[in-house]
């Protein structure tokens, strides 16, 4: 199973949030590198997340038609919450 660390951007949804993932890529032809950011569904049974969390989140069964990740633990919590 893949583990990844990432940043919540939206916990609008009931049981749901939004994980940014960003990497660098680097460019084929320039070997210049640049940010690639993609974004999650992950669960989160507690609604215990808030918007700029700092989380991992680890890949698992499939939950629903989009969400196929569940947030494992808190890396740093967000400082304005």
Known sequence: MRKLQG?????????????AITRLKKHPRYKKYYKVEKKFKAHDEKNEYKTGDEVFI???RPLSKDKKWIIEGLVNKNKSN
């Open 7 to 19: 940043i919540i951007v939206s916990d609008k949804m009931n049981k749901t949030r939004m994980v």
């Open 58 to 60: 680890l890949e698992t």
